[in-house]
């Protein structure tokens, strides 16, 4: 099956505080894709990152930062000094690497950063 | 603007009504894709375009719903004798690749469509 979970539905933390975003994928595929798209209350989904399932290498932009472990199929996603900006639903996405299929997302997490 | 743009942006139908929702890609953007995005839940896929072609419509949820994109580029996404069932964001997304996902997906900021 192929499939994503975010089991963390909402998280809710102080201005400047770390916060981490779980994500558990399962594929059959050896090759793959995952992404994370941040939707803020406007609506429009915006792409953060793509990982290819060969590029294991963590991956830190700013203060985004993103785990990337096959062994355990999670792909988490971690806010660093997290601000009220950040506050958004948050998904994570599996491109299983099959012709004509498009993302499967997960449910999403809504992170609320208060100050 | 250079994104995406669908409208309308809200969209209230009395059941049994059909409704049309229309996606602009970005211009050039070859893929097209919809997705239906039910309250508190993630994107699930409806359809994919290359050019005009349809070339994958395993999302949609039944014979109300249908899609087109005549030209290759603009898309229309039309729901007949709408249901409550039915009342959710539809996103549109276009890619300047072909066939896959894998590529960044540009996505409209979505129409919110509420069955009465």
């Known amino acids: 099956a192929q499939k994503v979970t975010q089991a963390q539905t909402e998280i809710s933390v102080v201005e400047k505080e770390d916060v981490t975003l779980d994500c558990v994928y399962e594929?059959?595929?050896?090759?793959?894709?995952l992404f994370w798209y941040k939707q803020p209350p406007s609506g429009e989904l915006v792409f953060l990152i793509r990982r290819n399932s060969f590029d294991e290498q963590n991956e830190i932009s700013g203060r985004y930062s993103w785990n990337f472990q096959k062994s355990t199929s999670s792909f988490n996603f971690t806010i660093t000094a997290s601000q009220v900006v950040d506050s958004a639903v948050y998904f994570c996405?599996?491109?299983?690497?099959?012709?004509?299929?498009?993302?499967?997302f997960g449910k999403g997490t809504t992170l609320s950063v208060s100050s | 603007g250079a994104g995406v743009s669908q409208s309308p942006r809200y969209k209230v139908a009395k059941r049994g009504q059909d409704v049309a929702l229309r996606c602009d890609p970005i211009?050039?953007?070859?893929?097209l894709f919809w997705y239906q995005q039910a309250l508190g839940q993630g994107p699930e896929f409806l359809t994919y375009f290359q050019n005009e072609a349809q070339l994958d419509k395993s999302g949609l949820p039944s014979d109300r719903f249908f899609a087109e994109r005549p030209e290759g580029s603009v898309s229309t996404l039309k729901i007949q004798r709408t249901q409550q069932e039915d009342s959710a964001v539809y996103l549109c997304a276009s890619s300047s690749r072909v066939g896959r996902a894998m590529d960044e997906q540009f996505f409209g900021p979505g129409t919110r469509l509420t069955v009465l």
């Open positions: 594929t059959r595929d050896t090759t793959y894709y």
């Open positions: 211009s050039g953007h070859v893929s």
């Open positions: 996405a599996l491109d299983p690497n099959q012709a004509g299929t498009a993302l499967i």
